[in-house]
């Protein structure tokens, strides 16, 4: 359970840096 959380956690916060880096 504790292991999805991070993992949604994680992939969301990877997404928001690669919008904010890549600016596409």
Known sequence: MILLLVIALVTSLQYQF????GGY
């Open 18 to 21: 690669w919008f904010g880096e």
